[in-house]
T-cell receptor
Framework: GAVVSQHPSRVICKSGTSVKIECRSLDFQATTMFWYRQFPKKSLMLMAT?????????EQGVEKDKFLINHASLTLSTLTVTSAHPEDSSFYICSARATGGMGTDTQYFGPGTRLTVL | GNSVTQMEGPVTLSEEAFLTINCTYTATGYPSLFWYVQYPGEGLQLLLKATKADDKGSNKGFEATYRKETTSFHLEKGSVQVSDSAVYFC????????????FGAGTRLAVHP
């Protein structure tokens, strides 16, 4: 149990275009999902916390108009990188925190999405 | 503030060697502690966790004990395998709020035959 999927796994796009990344909890409901960015050989940097049905909470220094987050249901959150530029190239990882009796202090991670902006 | 400090890598070991990756933390309140593992090209997987002092988390031969007196959560394995080569992240959450994970910098482990 506790599987989180991300789609797509890899995406290459041209500079100036927008890219949407989906994060789904497949076998549990997640009131809270998190979006991270990971630079090569670095740790994960939390970008934002997403709660179902409400606006995301962004970490300091993360542009909310550039990284649009929508958490439309208890099993789906999306991250849209708007007007992507080469410096947005990175590995984006989502995680989901379970509700109820699954251990609400544990986050389950998706496999990540490798974004390359040309 | 809340933070996690891990030993710097890379850690290079021969197969069947004993592994220790040190992790210490600073936290307000009562954190839950985690070890996550990231295999090459993949996302993070929960390896083990402990939610209160003196708890021992264990999985796949790895174990770590929540030591409140030394604010530590060191990861150990008695006999590593080549397949254990990965990056290991120590992390904590503080109860309440959104349970944001605070990660250490990660320690790369390379195991050679």
């Amino acid at each position: 149990g506790a599987v989180v999927s991300q789609h797509p796994s890899r995406v290459i796009c041209k500079s100036g275009t927008s890219v949407k990344i989906e994060c789904r909890s497949l076998d549990f409901q997640a009131t809270t999902m998190f979006w991270y960015r990971q630079f090569p050989k670095k740790s994960l940097m939390l970008m934002a916390t997403s709660n179902e049905g409400s606006k995301a909470t962004y970490e300091q220094g993360v542009e909310k108009d550039k990284f649009l987050i929508n958490h439309a249901s208890l099993t789906l959150s999306t991250l849209t990188v708007t007007s992507a530029h080469p410096e947005d190239s990175s590995f984006y990882i989502c995680s989901a925190r379970a509700t109820g009796g699954m251990g609400t202090d544990t986050q389950y991670f998706g496999p990540g999405t490798r974004l390359t902006v040309l | 503030g809340n933070s996690v400090t891990q030993m710097e890598g890379p850690v290079t070991l021969s197969e069947e060697a004993f592994l220790t990756i040190n992790c210490t933390y600073t936290a307000t309140g009562y954190p839950s502690l985690f070890w996550y593992v990231q295999y090459p090209g993949e996302g993070l997987q929960l390896l083990l966790k402990a939610t209160k002092a003196d708890d021992k988390g264990s999985n796949k031969g790895f174990e770590a004990t929540y030591r409140k007196e030394t604010t530590s959560f060191h990861l150990e394995k008695g006999s590593v395998q080549v397949s254990d080569s990965a990056v290991y992240f120590c992390a904590l959450t503080i109860s309440g709020g959104y349970n944001k994970l605070i990660f250490g910098a990660g320690t790369r482990l390379a195991v050679h035959p």
